[in-house]
């Protein structure tokens, strides 16, 4: 049965298959792109956020390569906080085990 109902039934091979040779490899590469990256000081920033920004409708999100993105629930929220990013960069600068080059940026997310 290799040409049925207009379709070529014929298996492709391993070679062509594309990007994984096998199913377990390509389920490795979606779990490693969905861990994340452990950080003291990020771990230490998500438990005192609140006490540290009491009010703010922002949230510390992730931390990936050194940079920390803060979400917010929408675009008006996200223009309305903008001026104060500078504070905040400030504030989280000056915590303990904050790295030298303190990165941060927001993201609009739920």
Do not use: H
């Not at 490693?32 to 950080?39: I, V």
């Not at 703010?56 to 990936?64: D, V």
């Not at 996200?78 to 940026?105: C, D, H, W, Y």
């Amino acid at each position: 049965m290799v040409f049925e109902d207009g379709v070529d039934w014929k298996p492709i091979d391993p070679q062509d298959r594309g990007r994984y040779a096998t199913f377990g490899s390509a389920v490795d590469a979606v779990l490693k792109d969905l861990t994340t990256e452990r950080n003291g000081f990020f771990d230490s920033l998500a438990d005192r956020w609140p006490s540290l920004f009491p009010g703010l409708p922002i949230r510390p999100g992730r931390c990936e390569d050194g940079v920390i993105y803060v979400y917010v629930p929408n675009a008006p929220l996200n223009f309305a906080m903008r001026p104060k990013l500078p504070a905040i960069k400030r504030a989280l600068s000056e915590l303990p085990g904050a790295p030298k080059r303190l990165v941060v940026k927001m993201e609009i997310r739920k």
